[in-house]
């Protein structure tokens, strides 16, 4: 535990992240508080001082964790519970408990992302720190964890959370203030699509993670038009949609190196079906022959991240996303399947002319559609220098 004069000291030595309009955000180590300067009302997931809130002074997001293998520090906040955490930090900050508002995170304080945009007076501000590779989820995925009078079946696993801090200049309706919840998370959610960002828990693209927490707070003044709708159709959802997806994307870039370029890798594509960079390798390095197998295994990252491949990778997973919706009749599964493997294979070849060729040689088991993948790949590959 940290003593009352070291933090005061470490304070004093704060990194002034952000000055808004009403409220200032200081980086101390592994902590990220937005200090309220005048009176705001606040609507959160805060454990202890959540949903719709007047009082609050300051919100804290806090790097509590590492993301993997930190099972002491797991299972210290673990027997702490939700309050016990909240108070610990609180008295690590001085800060009274009522008064704030907490986010735990395993994420780096120091890949907090800002954005902010302005339309006459009114501005819209985002501060996001996020992770996803723990515990991306898709809205209606299956749950491991239930609560119950005795606690929870399962314990949490904080691997990946997406927090938001949302600041918005004008007061707002609690409609308005409740519906800004909606657009904000859709902007998230946006930024997830963007970045074909997979669930852990299912073949689908994942909505956001099990943990992600948030903190939208508007003040409350009267010198300013209070606002009646935070609705994509009006000025003000767009800005919130803007700066959160954006926001949340740079994150992402920050923590994770989704770099949105880069996401064009064929395992990105259709990993949430089961393809990996090791199967790739090997069962295709088994349909080539011996210099074949040699070249593609040097050349593996050309391949992973050739732009024409997965292109057609991307249009496959689209497929099998719209088969599994019931958008497209399983009867039609394997021959669509089957005319974008054999894109695959003219686009990895850089052959186009030889697409009707590959695509008799290809068939596919819509049962196991990867096989298939598999195959276009050697295929392209043993004609690409021939």
């Not at 702490?80 to 008295?91: F, K, L, S, T």
């Not at 309706?173 to 998370?185: D, I, W």
Request: charged share 20%; with cysteine.
């Amino acid at each position: 535990m940290v003593g009352k004069g070291e933090t005061r000291q470490r304070f004093a030595a704060a990194t002034l992240f952000s000055r808004g309009d009403g409220f200032l955000v200081r980086r101390v180590g592994r902590f990220l508080i937005a200090e309220l300067l005048i009176p705001h009302v606040a609507l959160s997931t805060c454990a202890m001082n959540g949903g719709q809130n007047e009082h609050v002074r300051f919100i804290v997001n806090h790097q509590s964790c590492e993301g993997a293998g930190h099972v002491e520090r797991y299972r210290a906040l673990s027997a702490a519970g939700a309050e016990g955490y909240h108070r610990q930090v609180c008295d690590k900050l001085e800060f009274v408990d009522e008064e704030t508002v907490l986010m735990g995170t395993a994420a780096n304080m120091n890949y907090a992302a800002h954005q902010h945009t302005s339309f006459d007076d009114l501005t819209v501000e985002a501060i996001v720190t996020a992770g996803v590779q723990g515990n991306a989820a898709r809205a209606a995925d299956p749950s491991g964890w239930v609560e119950t009078a005795s606690g929870w079946t399962k314990p949490a696993d904080f691997t990946g959370t997406i927090n938001t801090m949302l600041f918005v200049n004008h007061p707002l309706t609690p409609g308005a203030l409740a519906r800004a919840v909606v657009t904000m998370t859709e902007g998230k959610s946006a930024a997830l699509h963007e970045l074909a960002v997979a669930s852990k828990y299912s073949q689908h693209l994942a909505t956001g993670t099990g943990t992600d927490q948030y903190c939208i707070v508007a003040p409350r003044v009267s010198n300013r038009v209070t606002l009646h709708s935070a609705s994509p159709h009006v000025k003000l959802g767009e800005m919130i949609g803007r700066v959160v997806l954006d926001a949340t994307k740079d994150a992402l870039r920050w923590q994770n190196g989704l770099e949105v370029s880069l996401t064009r890798n064929i395992i990105h594509a259709l990993g949430r079906f089961g393809l990996t960079e090791a199967r790739l390798i090997q069962e295709v390095g088994a349909q080539l022959k011996e210099q074949d197998r040699l070249l593609f295994e040097q050349n593996r990252q050309a391949v992973l991240f050739e732009p024409a491949l997965a292109s057609r990778a991307y249009a496959y997973a689209a497929i099998l996303d719209r088969i599994h919706y019931g958008t497209l009749p399983r009867a039609l599964a394997s021959e669509v399947l089957r005319e974008q493997a054999a894109g695959m294979a003219s686009a990895l070849a850089a052959k186009p002319s030889l697409w009707f060729e590959f695509f008799q040689q290809i068939t596919v088991n819509e049962e196991q559609p990867l096989d298939a993948v598999i195959t276009a790949l050697a295929l392209g590959w043993s004609q690409k220098w021939t």
